[in-house]
């Protein structure tokens, strides 16, 4: 009689084993009890972009909610200081994995604690389910007035074009207005078509009709260099579909129905392509052109006034840049013995100053009178070139971006 009780209980245990493998093919989940856990996380600098990675048994296509919390905050404060969707995808062992991308600007260096919750179909929170520590170095940048910047009286916020991104790639979307700081910015990232794609669970052959997403939020504006604020948010494309989207920012009490006829604005395309998997052809990317430097986006059509052209680099505060605006059909032709950006026929240059931004990003800006300028196409070009005060030799550094420009009359 032992035997034949221990024979059911054989057979009980391997149907519940056959059950519990049923549902791991079936849901990608691995456990009746939800578990998380999050990956150390490396210290960053404050103001970088930080992907938070980490595995979980939960299913694929669900998400979960991170929060990142001061530590040094007082009791009964909100010590909250940031929010990020994580997205699960299915992994390749016996777990799933997610991530989820923070923009760091708005936070200061500090100890800082990441709480992953899970979060129901409604996007309630269900339970904590794991926490960790992270570091952001760095100090909190001072940033004083350009000497000469132009006040730009009319209210702008402008894009810098975030270009194509693969498929599950995360990315910082940044821009520049002169709003005052704090100010409360609504961006969203919309789908410009209808397209859907259609999925089929391998295992269940169950059909999913995936469309594109909207993402939105609301984010405050940050300190910049002269009268040229900045701001960013992080975008993570893992639940989008391969297609266009128009990014766009305004402030944010403007109503949804009024954006664009209301109020400052900026847009700008972003392309999500296809990710390609097991590319055996590495490309090389161009280090030198618009890497470690950048320029802020700005009207293609300018007119015979002041302006103020700002910009990113990954070169340490007080390097000098050249700044040099000339035609783009003409040879240089600057008077260097002409101090300050005055404007000619041909063109004009000037040394600027990069001053400490926010985590690895620091900030350039220079100021241009293209009063005198005649109407033409014009090339703005920012570099590490440098020009030998005795002999007025050009001696060319390694890194350089440069942007084209109409003038009109």
């Not at 084993?17 to 939800?34: D, E, Q």
């Not at 970088?48 to 007082?74: H, P």
């Not at 700008?268 to 490309?283: D, F, G, Q």
């Not at 103020?308 to 000339?326: C, H, K, M, N, Q």
Request: glycine fraction near 8%; charge should be negative; proline fraction near 6%.
């Amino acid at each position: 009689m032992k035997k034949k009780y221990l024979t059911y209980a054989g057979i009980v245990s391997a149907i519940i084993l056959v059950v519990m493998f049923a549902l791991i093919l079936l849901t990608g989940s691995f456990s009746v009890f939800s578990s998380v856990t999050i990956d150390p996380i490396p210290d960053h600098a404050a103001g970088d972009l930080m992907v938070i990675t980490g595995t979980t048994n939960i299913m694929a296509g669900r998400t979960l909610e991170l929060d990142v919390v001061n530590l040094s905050s007082a009791p009964g404060t909100n010590s909250r200081v940031g929010e990020t969707d994580a997205f699960i995808v299915r992994g390749g062992g016996l777990s799933n994995t997610w991530s989820g991308a923070l923009d760091t600007s708005a936070i200061p260096p500090g100890e800082y604690q990441v709480n992953a919750y899970s979060v129901n179909d409604t996007g309630s929170r269900i339970a904590l389910l794991a926490t960790s520590q992270l570091t952001l170095t760095g100090t909190t940048p001072t940033l004083t007035e350009s000497p000469g910047t132009v006040v730009n009286q009319t209210p702008f916020i402008t894009v810098n074009p975030p270009g194509t991104i693969s498929l599950g790639e995360k990315l910082l979307v940044t821009g520049t207005t002169n709003l005052p700081e704090n100010t409360e910015l609504l961006y969203l990232v919309i789908q410009q078509s209808n397209a859907s794609v259609l999925t089929v669970n391998p295992n269940t052959q169950e059909q999913d009709l995936k469309g594109g997403v909207t993402r939105s939020g609301v984010i405050p504006v940050l300190p910049g260099i002269g009268d040229i604020n900045r701001w960013s948010f992080a975008v993570d494309s893992t639940e989008f579909i391969p297609d266009q989207y128009q990014v766009i920012v305004t402030l944010e009490n403007i109503s949804v129905e009024n954006i664009g006829k209301e109020g400052p604005f900026g847009t700008a395309p972003l392309v999500v392509e296809e990710a390609i998997l097991n590319n055996s052809t590495t490309s090389i990317p161009e280090s030198s052109l618009c890497q470690a430097i950048t320029i802020d986006s700005f009207p293609a059509q300018l007119t015979n006034r002041s302006y103020t052209i700002t910009g990113t680099t990954s070169l340490p505060a007080g390097t000098d840049l050249l700044f040099e605006v000339f035609p783009t059909e003409f040879d240089v032709n600057v008077n260097m013995g002409t101090p300050g950006m005055s404007g000619s026929s041909v063109g004009a240059s000037d040394d600027v100053e990069v001053v400490r931004g926010a985590g690895n990003t620091n900030l350039w800006s220079a100021d241009v009178d293209l009063s005198k300028f005649p109407p033409n196409e014009y090339l703005i070009n920012i570099s590490n070139d440098r020009i030998d005060n005795r002999t007025y030799a050009r001696i060319y550094g390694d890194i350089y971006c440069s942007e084209r420009f109409t003038l009109s009359g």
